[in-house]
């Protein structure tokens, strides 16, 4: 059973454009949603993250916007530049409970054209 | 400030060999978690230790174990090693046992 589903699995953006990755869970207990940039050889690193009680997180180009009631949240990429190319994943896990273990989307293929 | 550190970076076992990973943890973190990321997929949870006890596990056979040393520092073993085995092995510590994690740069396991 597969908990968070993440689409699309590839996108191509032209520099300057919107970058939107999409994911969706099942569990309702999630309490935490991260996303993680992982580059070739090396470990995925956070880049934002949101709780349930908040619609939309900004930080700098990179937005979270979260909708409870659809169980659904996604990553836009304001003014998407060619070292954002990268693979994004969309994680949710339960952090009131002690239980940090994050369940992980399969990736999303960023790549940003000059 | 030094991060996640895991060695070794790549390994080359044979079919039914045991491994040994190793992880030390940023600074000012006391839980470590271990993830399996097979190629083109997301990473997948194999357990979580916090003061020296595995505190939760994912869908792994007892193959996999693990152990967290006083110094929060972490092994991962695997025994009788298959083919499938044959992934990216992530590291990542957290502050208490929260989803916040910092990974490492992972250690490439290749099982032949």
């Known amino acids: 059973q597969q908990q968070v589903k993440q689409s699309p699995q590839s996108l191509i953006v032209q520099k300057g454009g919107i970058s939107i990755i999409n994911c969706a869970y099942e569990n309702t207990a999630f309490d935490y949603f991260p996303w993680y940039q992982q580059f070739p050889g090396k470990g995925p690193a956070l880049l934002i993250a949101i709780r349930p009680d908040v619609s939309e997180k900004k930080e700098g180009r990179f937005t979270i916007s979260f909708n409870k009631s659809a169980k659904q949240f996604s990553l836009h990429i304001m003014d998407s530049q060619p070292g954002d190319s990268a693979t994004y994943f969309c994680a949710a896990s339960i952090i009131n409970t002690n239980a940090g273990k994050s369940t992980f989307g399969d990736g999303t293929t960023l790549t940003v054209k000059p | 400030d030094a991060g996640v550190t895991q060695s070794p970076t790549h390994l080359i076992k044979t079919r039914g060999q045991q491994v040994t990973l190793r992880c030390s943890p940023k600074s000012g973190h006391d839980t470590v978690s271990w993830y399996q990321q097979a190629l083109g997929q997301g990473p997948q949870f194999i357990f979580q230790y916090y003061e020296e006890e595995e505190r939760q596990r994912g869908n792994f056979p007892d193959r996999f174990s693990g152990h967290q040393f006083p110094n929060y520092s972490s092994e991962l073993n695997v025994n009788a090693l298959l083919l499938g085995d044959s992934a990216l092995y992530l590291c990542?510590?957290?502050?208490?046992?929260?989803?916040?994690?910092?990974f490492g740069s992972g250690t490439r396991l290749t099982v032949v």
């Open positions: 990542a510590s957290s502050p208490g046992e929260q989803g916040r994690y910092t």
